[in-house]
């Protein structure tokens, strides 16, 4: 049974001689290798020693998305489904609101610079640790000749924050 307690959805399923028979869906789970792998219980024939017969059983087996493909018209919302957990200080890029500051000393009787990064640029010193926006904006505020970088987009998001127009060549 579902998680809802309804009954199993079918599945269809592909043997290896191409062969299709169907089964039962019972959860579909994601790999750290990749992809989507699916839990698939399959209605099998099996002796049973004790009365020396034969008696139907169910064999589970973990499936690709190649060998388990889903029946038309059949509804896969109450399978569980467990996604692989985010780690707590790893979020997707696009959840991502935090910067890195590099400070650059100065050289060859060039002043040295602040500037202000996003976390995944490119040009933002690897290792440092992340700041978040308060913590950026307050850089650029008080540090005195503070830059957002222009090449991450860092301008474009910080520089209205700050009170400073966005560059006319972004």
Do not use: F
Not at 3 to 26: C, K, N, Y
Not at 30 to 38: D, E, H, K
């Amino acid at each position: 049974m579902s998680s809802a307690g309804s009954p199993l959805p079918p599945i269809r399923v592909i043997l290896p001689d191409d062969q299709e028979v169907r089964g039962r869906l019972h959860e579909r789970r994601q790999w750290p290798r990749g992809g989507w792998m699916y839990r698939v219980g399959l209605p099998m024939w099996a002796n049973d020693a004790q009365s020396e017969g034969v008696e139907p059983r169910e064999y589970l087996v973990w499936l690709t998305p190649e060998q388990a493909r889903p029946v038309d018209g059949v509804s896969y919302e109450d399978v569980p489904t467990h996604s692989l957990p985010r780690e707590a200080d790893q979020a997707p890029p696009a959840d991502r609101w935090a910067w890195k500051v590099q400070r650059i000393p100065p050289r060859n009787g060039r002043p040295g610079q602040v500037v202000v990064h996003v976390w995944d640029c490119a040009d933002a010193p690897a290792g440092d640790p992340e700041v978040d926006v308060h913590e950026a904006l307050d850089v650029l505020r008080t540090v005195a000749g503070a830059v957002p970088c222009k090449e991450c987009g860092a301008a474009v998001a910080l520089g209205p924050l700050t009170g400073s127009d966005v560059p006319k060549d972004l």
